[in-house]
């Protein structure tokens, strides 16, 4: 028989074979038995693997952890993010002061602080938080971030240097264009907001608010079609936003080309009050400047009796609107009504001189904050156009300044009776601290 001989010793038979394949199986089964009872024990292989356990831990799951370990900074890291997003912002306010204590250079637990703190109107605790955070992490865009955003309520300013490092530290970040824009557009400076407007739109396309804002910005500047091209968009996503409808009637209503799409103007105004009117409370201000516009349009198209009418209701609503007041005295002179129109249009002269000289002399308090005499000039301006109580205040500031100041004392008792009458028998005359608007450096 030709060919090499095979012995048989050097072929086990099948079952052999089989038993030997079972027992090398073993220790891969062992290995992954292990893995998995340590699993679902809990162990943990490494932070990473740890940090994505407790990433995907359900509510009640970081509950239990957080009490089986209550000096785990971590744990305690995670329940408040779960708290927080589930509502409960107290209980995620414990949890992350809870690790921040536990681990104070734990700056992702500070940022939570800063959050938390932020919702609840807390600006000032948030930014100290988000301070906190940014020291230990200083490339932390979420923390820069927030440094800004708290900052922002205070001082837009500030808050700007702030929104640039932060769009530095993460340049694909839209909410922090788009405030970076909202400070530049706080500050007058609407040229210097566009750019970054249109760099959070980029960044995000779909979102009603930044489409808005950017918008808002080009009717600034007179920039009609980019402006209503960015509307529809804002309206197209958000239809019931008072806001989104209002910014959209007004880039047609205000443009050049838009005389020949009035009608849609009309319909979007009126669309608009509806929302305003249908809100828990109602925003006064906000229905007399949309009612305001709705008449101009309806003056143009001479229906005078209707726009007269919502003329008188949105001057009711808010009488320190000059557009409104002057508006009602000429269409009223329209309707025939002479006497009403002079005696507004009289009132209309009164107040634009008075706000005028308010204004003036805001900008010369903010040089010469310690001058008497230039809050004695503010008191009886606000006395003309009858804030009492803003007289009263600036009347209380110069006699803190010079508390023997004869004729502070004598406007400040005469503003004092004035705002009794006014209020009634039961009023009582300077009661209540009146805050300084414009206090002494």
Same mark, same amino acid.
């Given at each position: 028989m030709s060919g090499a001989y095979v012995s048989s010793t050097t072929l086990p038979r099948k079952e052999e074979a089989t038993g030997r394949r079972r027992l090398g199986k073993l220790p891969l089964l062992l290995i992954v038995g292990v893995l998995l009872v340590a699993v679902a024990m809990g162990v943990r292989f490494s932070p990473w693997a740890r940090e994505g356990q407790l990433k995907r831990a359900s509510l009640p799951v970081l509950e239990t952890w957080a009490a089986k370990s209550p000096n785990d900074p971590q744990v305690h890291y995670y329940l408040g993010t779960q708290l927080f997003n589930s509502g409960d912002a107290p209980g995620a306010l414990t949890a992350f002061e809870r690790a921040c204590a536990l681990n104070p250079r734990y700056a992702q637990a500070h940022i939570g602080v800063a959050a938390v703190r932020k919702e609840g109107g807390d600006m000032r605790g948030a930014h100290e938080a988000a301070q906190r955070a940014l020291a230990l992490e200083p490339k932390s865009s979420d923390a820069q971030f927030l440094v800004a955003l708290t900052l922002y309520y205070q001082s837009p300013k500030a808050a700007r240097l702030e929104f640039q490092k932060a769009v530095r530290l993460d340049p694909k970040r839209a909410e922090a264009w788009y405030w970076l824009g909202m400070s530049e557009s706080a500050l007058q400076q609407t040229a210097d907001a566009i750019p970054a407007m249109e760099r959070a739109v980029a960044l995000d396309p779909g979102n009603a608010l930044y489409q808005r804002e950017l918008g808002r910005n080009l009717i600034d500047v007179n920039r009609f079609e980019p402006a209503r091209a960015a509307l529809e968009k804002a309206v197209a996503a958000s239809p019931e936003d008072a806001q989104n409808l209002y910014y959209l009637a007004k880039s047609i209503h205000v443009s050049p080309r838009g005389k020949e799409d009035l009608p849609r103007a009309e319909t979007l105004y009126r669309d608009c009050l509806k929302h305003l009117w249908g809100a828990e409370p109602i925003n006064p201000?906000?229905? /007399?400047?949309?009612?305001?516009? =709705?008449?101009?349009?309806?003056?143009? @198209?001479?229906?005078?009796? !209707? %726009?007269?009418?919502?003329? !008188?209701? %949105? *001057?009711?609503?808010? &009488? $320190?609107? =000059?557009? @409104?007041? *002057?508006?009602? +005295? @000429?269409?009223? #002179?329209? %309707? +025939?009504?002479?006497?009403?129109?002079?005696?507004?249009?009289?009132?209309?002269?009164?107040?634009?001189?008075?706000?005028?000289?308010?204004?003036?002399? @805001? !900008? #010369?308090? $903010?040089?010469?904050?310690?001058? &008497?005499?230039?809050?004695?000039?503010?008191? #009886?301006?606000?006395? !003309?156009?009858?804030? =009492?109580?803003?007289?009263?205040?600036? /009347?209380?500031?110069?006699?803190?300044?010079? &508390?023997?100041? $004869?004729? +502070?004392?004598?406007?400040?008792?005469? *503003?004092?009776?004035?705002?009794?009458?006014?209020? +009634?028998?039961? %009023?009582k005359p300077g009661a209540g601290q009146l805050v300084d608007t414009h206090p002494p450096h």
């Open positions: 201000v906000s229905i /007399c400047v949309t009612q305001t516009d =709705l008449a101009d349009i309806l003056l143009q @198209t001479s229906r005078v009796p !209707e %726009a007269v009418r919502l003329l !008188e209701q %949105a *001057y009711q609503l808010n &009488p $320190k609107n =000059l557009a @409104t007041l *002057y508006k009602l +005295g @000429t269409a009223s #002179r329209r %309707a +025939g009504k002479e006497a009403r129109a002079q005696a507004l249009l009289a009132r209309f002269d009164r107040e634009d001189r008075i706000q005028t000289e308010v204004a003036s002399l @805001t !900008e #010369r308090v $903010k040089q010469d904050s310690k001058n &008497p005499s230039l809050r004695l000039r503010m008191a #009886r301006a606000f006395a !003309e156009s009858g804030d =009492l109580a803003r007289a009263i205040n600036q /009347c209380q500031v110069a006699l803190y300044m010079q &508390p023997n100041l $004869k004729e +502070g004392e004598a406007l400040l008792r005469s *503003y004092e009776r004035r705002l009794a009458a006014q209020q +009634g028998a039961s %009023a």
